[in-house]
C-alpha cells in the first residue's frame, strides 16, 4: 500500500502568482496514472487492514490541512472514479475563526514571493532575522525554491516562538494582501464541508490544533494538540476512526504514547516515502509513511510565474514543495 499526500490541489487562479500548487489536470492525470500502474486502496480494504488483513495493494490517496480544495476540487474527483480518500483537519481554524502560522507563510510567498517578502522584513523586522551563517541552514535545503522564499519558510515554520512569529506574520501578511487578507473560509472547509466528505464515504481524521512541529512543543502542548484536535473530529463528526496525522509529518514518543493510550488506530507521518506492508500488528502504526505527491509522474506543483529569482540569488526552483 502506498499512501501519498496531497496538500492544495486547485485549476489555476488568479491573486497568487508565486503560490505552489498541484494543478487540478494534473492530479486528474496522476490519478489516471496510479489506476493504471497500481490501483487504489478502497474504503473496505483498508478498514480490512486495520481489521488485521494483509495491507492491500495500490495507492491510499491522503489530503492534509481541511483545506477548501480539497471539498471544492478532490471531492468531485474522487466521487467521479469512485475513489476513497483520507482527509486531516486542523481544529483551530474551524473552532477559532483564524489562519493559522503555516497557512499565512504560504500565502504570503504565494502573493509577493520571497524575496519581496525577505526586503519587507527586512525593512521592518530585522530583528527576527538570523545571521548570515545560520541562513544557509534551513530545513528546506533540499527543495528547489529560491533562497530567500526557503529562509521565509525556516525563519516562520521553525525558528520563532509564537509570540514573536505571530505579530510579524500579521503585519507581513497585511502588507502583502494590501490590509485585505484572505478570509478563513477562502483557505479551510468548515463543519459543514468537513461533514459532506463524511457523508460522502471520505475518512476525515485530526490534524493537530494549529499546526505545530512535535519538535517545537513541550509534552502538555503535545498532549493539547492532539486532544484537542481529536475531540473536535470527535464531536463534529462523530468518528475517531480514521487515525491521527502529524502536522508537519513531526511526532515524538510523546506523541505516538499519546495516540495509543487515547486508542487511536493509527498515525501518518511522512516517512521516507516507504510503502505500508504487511499486518498492522507488524507495522510502526503511530508513524506510518507516505510518499509525496510529487515523487510521481504529473505530481510537481504549478505556478502563475515562474519562480522569483532576485540579485545575487541562484534560484533552481521549479517544484517548491508544501508546508
Ligand atoms: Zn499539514
Known sequence: MKAVMYHYVRPAGPGLPYFPY?????????????????????RRAFLDWLEGAPAPEGVLLTFDDGLRDHIDYVLPALLRRDLFGLFYLCSAPLVEGVLLDVHKVHLIL?????????????????????????????????QKADPATKLIKDIFNWRLTPEVR??????????AFSDS????????????????????????????????????LTPPEESFE?????????????????????????????????LEKAGCPFA??????????????NTPRYS????????????????ELPPVHSAGMTSTGKELGIA
Not at 498541484?22 to 490501483?39: C, K, M, P, T, V
Not at 520571497?114 to 527576527?128: D, F, M, T, V, Y
Not at 505571530?166 to 497585511?174: E, N, S
Open 288 to 303: 506510518l509513511p507516505r510518499h509525496n505527491c510529487s515523487a510521481f509522474p504529473s505530481g510537481q506543483v504549478s505556478f
Open 22 to 42: 498541484l494543478s487540478l489536470a494534473d492530479f486528474e492525470r496522476q490519478l489516471d496514472i496510479f489506476g493504471r500502474d497500481y490501483g487504489f486502496v478502497s
Open 226 to 258: 492532539i486532544e484537542t484536535s481529536s475531540r473536535f473530529v470527535d464531536e463534529v463528526l462523530s468518528t475517531l476512526g480514521w487515525g491521527y496525522c502529524y502536522p508537519h509529518g513531526m511526532f515524538s514518543q510523546t506523541s505516538q504514547d499519546i
Open 181 to 216: 487578507p484572505p478570509r478563513v473560509s477562502d483557505i479551510y472547509l468548515g463543519a459543514a464541508e468537513a461533514r459532506a466528505l463524511v457523508d460522502a464515504g471520505m475518512g476525515v481524521g485530526p490534524h493537530g490544533h494549529r499546526h505545530l512541529p512535535a519538535s517545537q
Open 166 to 175: 505571530g505579530p510579524a506574520l500579521d503585519r507581513l501578511l497585511r502588507y
Open 268 to 281: 501518518l507521518a511522512i516517512g521516507d516515502g516507504a510503502d505500508i506492508e504487511g499486518l498492522i500488528r
Open 110 to 142: 504565494g502573493r509577493i514571493g520571497g524575496p519581496a517578502a525577505l526586503a519587507w522584513l527586512e525593512r521592518n523586522s530585522s530583528e527576527i532575522l538570523p545571521g548570515a551563517e545560520l541562513r544557509r541552514q534551513t530545513h528546506y535545503a533540499a
